[in-house]
Structures are given as C-alpha cells and as structure tokens.
C-alpha cells in the first residue's frame, strides 16, 4: 500500500517534468541586475591594471564618471544609504573628496585652513572620519522640543474642575554660515516646516539669530533678538549630542534667559547679537523696564527630525495621543 501511494501516474509525471524544464529556461532579466558571481571591486586609489568585467548590468550601464557625479550631488546621510547597496558603491562612497566638500561646508565658519589642521591633528588626515567623530549641527532638517503643561479649566456647576495639556514647541533650523532661525508656537511640526526658512513673513513669528560652537565641550551658543518697541533678547545654551556615532540628533538644553537690550546696543535685526551679548551674566540686563529672567519650564531636549520625515513624525500627535514625549 505504501508503494501505491508514492507511485506517480505516467500522465501527471510528464506535466511536472515539463513544468521543471520550464522554470529552468525561462529567461529572468531581473537576475542580470545582480549578477551571480560579484567580484570584490578594488578600492580607491588601486594601482592594479588587471581589466575587469563587471556582471552586474547596472553597473554596465552607468559608467564610473556618471557614478561619481551622483555621488557628488547627493548628502553625505544619502551616502551612507548608498554604500549598502553594492561593494563597488561602497568602494565609491569612500572617495575623500565626497567627505572634504561635505566637512569644508559643514565647519565653513571655521575656515578652511582651520579645519585642515583639526584634520591632521586629530583624524589622521581621513574626512570621512572627521565627519563621523567631530561635533556638528545638522542643517538638512529641524530640530524640535515638544513641551507640555496642565492648565486647569472653568469649573462647571462646581462639580468637576477640568484640567487642560497644554502642547507647545520650539522649533530651530541650523544654517552653515552660522546662522539659524528660531520660532515658538503650538503649531505642529508639518505646518512650521513649510515655511521654516529666511523668506518667511513678519506674520510668521520666526526671529532670526546667531549661533556658535564649541568644539571643546560640544555646547552651542545661541542668541535671538525679539525687535519692537522694547527690544528683548534670548540668550540660548544648548550641548549637543547623538543616539549614534555621527548622528548629533539631539541637543540638551541648559539655559534660557531674556534679557533686555537698549536701542545704542542693537541698531538692527541683521546684527551678530551674540556679539552683543558675549560675556553676560545670566541676571545682566541693560533695560530697566525688561528685568533678566531664566526659564526653568519647557527645557525638554531638542530631537533632530529631517525634512523628509516632518509629515510622518510622532511630533505631530495631538496631546490626546501622546501626552508626554521621552526624547531618549
């Protein structure tokens, strides 16, 4: 009985021989993307003369020049994504020169004689070290802190006594030439990110200001001028910091202070204000009328969300959903 249960039928044993010879033969382009048998690419700057043939179609379409034309046009996070993809891309990624233009751009306030001794003093001459292990502040997104409070409501027929979470964020956008803009607002990350940047209207509520930072201790100094008839200005401590080696995604703040300015200080919102206000006190002011005042509340952490993740953010939840936010 067993013999009959595994013997196969004449009619049904042709079909799957048939069906077995079909898959064999049947032609697969999509496998010629790949290739079967890779060879490793030598690395940059190889001097072997050995000709090579590359499988790999895409690869045999889109020549090395091309390539590295690209690479040269995207950012360095993208680089990082693109040297998953294959060896030879990755080999490719590891081109200094790719590294050189993304670090003199993203220290340029340093200058470039500057940072070619940080290079040969503490990264062995390599930029792409020098881009993962030196501090920076990351100018393709926003950095957020979401704050919240409870407000107490209107009692209704003295039976109940509501309370209210109350949601509101600061918002930073860091540029390279050491400047950043700044806003405070309840309005959610996806709607402040469309209009985040210096072209933006007085109605906008973005102030404008400047920053500098250590590469001692990794802390940022930062300073915003609120103008108007009693000019008021905000004198921001941050130390940076990152989840990940090169990541610099979160920022600690330390303090907060608003002081007041006189008008022979502060002759325009376009001024270096953190020059102004170098080598304050926290408790210094130069208006009578506007006292020095160091915020204790909303000090939660700046998180570091890029511009390609601002619609999908959890900062977007309303505080029903999310009343409290741990930033890790």
């Known amino acids: 009985m067993t013999s009959d249960a595994l013997t196969i039928p004449s009619e049904l044993e042709s079909v799957l021989r048939l069906k077995t010879l079909q898959y064999f033969i049947t032609k697969r382009p999509w496998l010629d993307l790949y290739g079967v048998h890779v060879r490793p690419v030598a690395p940059f700057g190889s001097t072997s003369r050995k ?65 070619y001794k940080i ?4 990264y062995d001459g390599s930029w792409r070290k020098m881009w993962l292990l030196r501090s920076r502040v990351r100018t393709d997104g926003i950095y957020v802190s979401r704050n919240t409070y409870i407000r107490a409501g209107i009692v209704e027929w003295k039976i109940t006594n509501p309370v209210h979470i109350v949601c509101y964020y600061r918002y930073i956008r860091f540029y390279p030439s050491g400047r950043f803009l700044y806003k405070n607002s309840s309005q959610k990350l996806k709607d402040v990110a469309k209009y985040m940047n210096f072209k933006a209207s007085k109605a906008d509520s973005i ?14 100094e930062a300073a915003v001028l609120y103008p108007g008839t009693r000019p008021t ?51 210094e002011t130069h208006n009578p009328d506007i006292p020095a005042v160091s915020h204790k509340r909303g ?3 700046f998180v570091f969300v890029p511009f390609e993740e601002v619609d ?17």
């Open 51 to 115: 000709p090579h043939f590359d499988p790999a179609l895409i690869h045999r379409c889109l020549p090395d020049e091309l390539l590295f034309e690209v690479f040269a046009r995207m950012l360095p996070y993208d680089l990082g994504r693109a040297a998953c993809v294959c060896r030879k891309w990755r080999y490719t990624v590891r081109n200094p020169v790719f590294w050189r233009n993304a670090c003199l751009k993203a220290w340029q306030t340093a200058g470039v004689i500057e940072n």
């Open 312 to 328: 999908q953010s959890v900062l977007n939840l309303p505080p029903e959903k999310m009343d409290y936010f741990v930033t890790g």
């Open 233 to 283: 200005v905000l004198r921001i401590r941050l130390r940076l910091r990152g989840t990940a080696i090169g990541a610099n995604n979160r920022m600690d703040l330390l303090s907060l202070v608003t002081s007041g300015v006189n008008d022979e200080e502060v002759s325009s919102t376009e001024e270096d204000i953190l020059g102004v206000v170098e080598g304050w006190r926290d408790d």
């Open 207 to 220: 102030y404008r200001g400047h920053y500098t930072l250590s590469m001692i201790d990794d802390k940022i």
């Open 119 to 122: 290079l040969q003093s503490n």
């Open 299 to 301: 000090m939660t952490p």
